[in-house]
């Protein structure tokens, strides 16, 4: 990888994905590696800006390299992830995703709720969940190997605030992450 110019890593449910993109600026040549994995490969193009648009994750994200010349020889490239840039997808998947990360059984597992599903994700695979009303809201119950875990939804009270999720294993608050 001798042309190497950019590397992003991607926070999606499923896990984070190292995006790497090679650009040779003489020859023309993109390459586009997902987790290691060649994605695209195109040889001597004559046009050195331009895009490529390839898919990340289990969920198939659509995500986009612009290449952009800044002046002469300089080129800037810029990731966008299902049409947002990746700061702007990041900071609305914040809103729309609680994750968490835990020590279970000599393993860190990251888990990924997704509010508007109610899908919860753990260390890439979507769990089978089960939903239950209790007196204070919700309730998603799931396995991680044999520990038993749930995700609580209350209502905070505060219009601004909504619901507040909290996941729970083994009768055991997780402290929730920022991604």
């Known amino acids: 990888m001798t042309d190497l110019v950019a590397v992003w890593d991607v926070a999606l449910s499923d896990g984070i994905h190292k995006i790497e993109f090679e650009h040779g600026t003489t020859s023309g040549k993109r390459v586009v590696y997902v987790d290691g994995k060649e994605e695209i490969r195109k040889e001597w193009m004559f046009k050195l800006v331009g895009k490529e648009t390839f898919y990340v994750g289990a969920?198939?994200?659509?995500?986009?390299?612009?290449?952009?010349?800044?002046?002469?020889?300089?080129?800037?490239?810029?990731?966008?992830?299902?049409?947002?840039?990746?700061?702007k997808y990041m900071e609305n998947r914040s809103k729309t995703t609680n994750t968490w990360v835990l020590h279970l059984d000599g393993e860190d597992c990251r888990v990924v709720l997704e509010k508007d599903t109610m899908d919860v994700w753990c260390n890439g695979q979507k769990m089978e969940t089960a939903g239950e009303f209790v007196d204070d809201g919700t309730e998603t119950h799931f396995s991680i190997g044999n520990h038993d875990c749930y995700i609580k939804a209350v209502s905070s009270g505060k219009r601004r605030e909504g619901i507040i999720h909290t996941l729970i294993v083994d009768n055991r608050e997780i402290p929730e992450v920022s991604q």
Do not use: P
């Open 59 to 87: 969920a198939k994200t659509k995500a986009t390299i612009n290449i952009d010349a800044v002046s002469g020889f300089a080129y800037e490239y810029t990731l966008e992830i299902d049409g947002k840039s990746l700061k």
